[in-house]
């Protein structure tokens, strides 16, 4: 097996860990996939977020207001350079809030966001996070009447309410 299929296999492996963990809500591991410094995050409808620190502060936010996420990652691209690694993928992400006041699940919602991950190699060989960046894909309503001028529509949010 060449050195750059293994390369290529361990970042798929370091990108399919680190949303395992999220999945989880397990903060810690999450946190171990990351550099130590220089990091960044961009949120889906979140400004840019510099530093470990803020960063791990961003996920535990999401965590803690987030009883159920799963991710189902189609798409998924990867290219190594050197010591320098790129993960494009679609997180098809199926989430739900807290536990309603009787004891029920809280409402489902379903989104798809374009994420790009940027792994670094490090001095022991193993692939961490530097950088995440998630889009939403913007997808229009499938109750929208075709017949609606373009001004009195609503802006597609790309996340679907389930059930």
Same mark, same amino acid.
């Given at each position: 097996?060449?050195?750059?299929?293994t390369?290529?296999?361990?970042?798929?492996?370091? &990108?399919?860990?680190?949303?395992?963990?999220?999945?989880?809500g397990?903060?810690?591991?999450?946190?171990?996939?990351?550099?130590?410094?220089?990091?960044?995050?961009?949120?889906?409808?979140?400004?840019?977020? &510099?530093?470990r620190?803020?960063?791990?502060?961003?996920?535990?936010?999401?965590?803690? &207001?987030?009883?159920?996420?799963? !991710?189902?990652?189609?798409d998924?691209?990867?290219?190594?350079?050197?010591?320098?690694?790129?993960?494009?993928?679609?997180? &098809?992400?199926?989430?739900?809030?807290?536990?309603?006041?009787?004891?029920?699940?809280?409402?489902?919602?379903g989104?798809?966001?374009?994420a790009?991950?940027? !792994?670094?190699?490090?001095?022991?060989?193993?692939?961490?996070i530097?950088?995440?960046?998630?889009?939403?894909?913007?997808?229009?309503?499938?109750?929208?009447?075709?017949?609606?001028?373009?001004?009195?529509?609503?802006?597609p949010?790309?996340?679907?309410?389930?059930?």
């Amino acid at each position: 097996m060449s050195g750059a299929r293994t390369d290529i296999e361990a970042v798929a492996a370091a &990108n399919t860990a680190l949303y395992d963990a999220l999945e989880q809500g397990d903060l810690d591991a999450m946190a171990e996939h990351w550099l130590d410094e220089d990091v960044s995050v961009v949120h889906p409808g979140w400004p840019v977020i &510099n530093g470990r620190g803020e960063v791990i502060r961003s996920y535990a936010l999401i965590m803690a &207001n987030t009883e159920y996420i799963q !991710f189902v990652l189609t798409d998924v691209e990867v290219s190594v350079l050197g010591d320098t690694a790129l993960v494009t993928c679609t997180e &098809n992400i199926l989430s739900g809030g807290p536990t309603e006041a009787d004891g029920t699940t809280g409402p489902l919602v379903g989104g798809l966001v374009v994420a790009t991950n940027v !792994f670094r190699r490090t001095h022991d060989g193993t692939w961490k996070i530097w950088s995440h960046h998630g889009s939403p894909v913007l997808i229009g309503r499938e109750d929208e009447d075709p017949d609606t001028p373009d001004d009195e529509e609503d802006p597609p949010t790309g996340l679907t309410e389930i059930g």
